[in-house]
């Protein structure tokens, strides 16, 4: 088992390095913007405050755009939040089909490996994946805000981060079953649904009859301007999106060791 | 012997497709057994399903003793298995490949994985990506032979192999066997069953048609029958009561006449295509039999 972990770690490496680089190195340039831009951010943020449905969605309601943590929150946080889904999407979508795609499936499944260690296997490379990724672009993400002098409330940084993992794992663990149920490879459909959640998220934040609802979506519990603000946990949609990432991790273990594989 | 392959009335179906139906039987052990049938006759259904690759509604599969539904993870770690599509990880390298099958099968096989690579000569350093279908396949026989196992099963091993490679491959299927081995060998090249195996099984449309030694097989009551007479080259199989075939011919001014055993293909087509040959067109004259009268 832990073979097909170590492979799987190394087939999405570069995936890794590129995403990784990319969020992060954006998010640090943010951060170290925020400096040069502190002063014309101080006669925006009224401005940003008063734009209603607009300013809700983005969160620019609640926190002052001319705060680290307000600017954290409102524009590295929507970099990190949409790369990070994007990138849990891309190590997800074609993790199991991949092996049907690529006929790889007869060699693989041909060794002596039971094929729920396999998928169990392959479901830790990405939430390693996942968890490296934010380590990578936390550890930028830190090496700027003590750049600026290192003024933020870590607990809320911490824990913003800490529900990011948490709605990756959720966004990977559908793609990882829809990828169960597949035997191509559906990497446009992952990325497009990590991108819906996201586009349901700031519609239910901004339609008020949409309100109850935006639990739905995994970027309600790991929105960077709520947990910025309050410091609070969204309880409901943080215990939908762990009953959403059980089930679809277990949906995949069940389907595809039952699945006649094609090759 | 004891038998390392026994398949009893094993039924499979896609959905409203066929599989395979009510297939039966069984290979003993060091023997190299060949598998034959047309594309879609399901022979890879079989395999799949020896495997555990796909799931089977009715019969069962013991492989080694071992029943495939609830040991097989113990099977597999006796049986090296060549896909007739040879496809790996294209970004990984062969000596990575190689070494994550044994790591799977919890192996230390550099010693013999060298030994096969020398012999197949593959460059373990090449990417996946960079090697041709013939190299891919080489280094699937490695793949499958590295952890010497108790059981082979290749299916179409030899397609894409250079006529050296071929030869290699057989010289080292036969040295595994020697030394215990069994080997099933699926292929559509019928003198690779008659040189190299003991048994034969033939599959079409998804049934068992025979199981039985290649010998016995290609024994048969038909004869290929080539003649030349009146200035004509005749050649054509007869079935039925020599004497017939004899006085049918004595009355016709003969040059040459040469009665043989039919050819493993002329068996093979007689399975697949019963118009074509081995037909018993009445009980006339010889002429009356005739297949392909010109040579």
Known sequence: ?263 | MPNVIEIRHLTKTYGKCRGVSDVSFQVAKGDIFGFLGPNGAGKSTTIRSMLGLIRFQRGSIRILGKDIRTDREGILREVGYLPSETMFYPKMRVKDLLRMAADVRKKDCRKEAGKLCQRLQIDVDKKISDLSLGNRKKVGIVCAMQHRPKLFVFDEPTSGLDPLMQNEFFKLVQEYTAEGATCMLSTHVLSEVKNYCKNTAIMKEGKLLCVDSVANITRTSAKRVKLQREGRQESYLYEGDINELVRGLAGHDIQDILIEEPSLEEIFMHFYTPDAALRQEGEGSPAGRQEDATM
């Not at chain 1, 790889?104 to 002596?112: A, H, M, V, Y």
């Not at chain 1, 998928?119 to 380590?135: D, E, G, P, Q, T």
């Not at chain 1, 191509?184 to 239910?204: E, F, H, T, V, W």
């Not at chain 1, 069940?254 to 090759?263: E, P």
Request: aromatic share 12%; glycine share 10%; hydrophobic share 50%.
């Open chain 1, 1 to 263: 088992m832990f073979t097909i972990y170590k492979h799987e770690l190394k087939e999405y490496v570069k995936s890794l390095l590129v995403w990784g680089i990319c969020a992060g190195g954006i998010g640090f340039l943010c951060i170290l913007l925020f400096s040069s831009m502190q002063e014309s951010m101080e006669s925006m943020t009224e401005s940003f405050a008063s734009m209603g449905l607009f300013a809700d969605a983005f969160g620019m309601s609640q926190l002052s755009i001319a705060t680290l943590e307000g600017f954290y929150a409102t524009e590295v946080g929507t970099i990190h939040g949409l790369s990070g889904a994007m990138f849990a999407a891309v190590v997800s979508a074609d993790m199991l089909s991949k092996e049907e795609d690529g006929h790889t499936g007869e060699f693989l499944f041909s060794l002596p490996l039971k094929r729920e260690k396999a998928v169990l296997a392959k479901w830790s490379a990405v939430m390693s994946h996942i968890l490296l990724f934010n380590l990578f672009c936390l550890s930028l993400y830190l090496a700027g805000i003590f750049a600026l002098g290192g003024e933020m409330d870590f607990c809320r940084l911490f824990l913003y981060h800490g529900m990011q993992v948490l709605m990756q794992f959720e966004v990977a663990g559908i793609c990882f079953c829809i990828s169960a149920f597949q035997r191509k490879n559906k990497l446009g459909l992952s990325l497009g649904l990590a991108l819906l959640l996201y586009a349901y998220d700031l519609i239910a934040r901004v339609v008020p009859d949409l309100a109850g609802y935006k639990l739905f979506s995994p970027f309600s519990y790991a929105n960077a301007s709520d947990l910025f603000s309050t410091g609070e946990i969204y309880m409901e949609g943080t215990a939908l999106g762990l009953v959403v990432l059980a089930a679809s991790v277990a949906a995949a273990h069940v389907a595809y060791g039952r699945k006649d594989l094609a090759v």
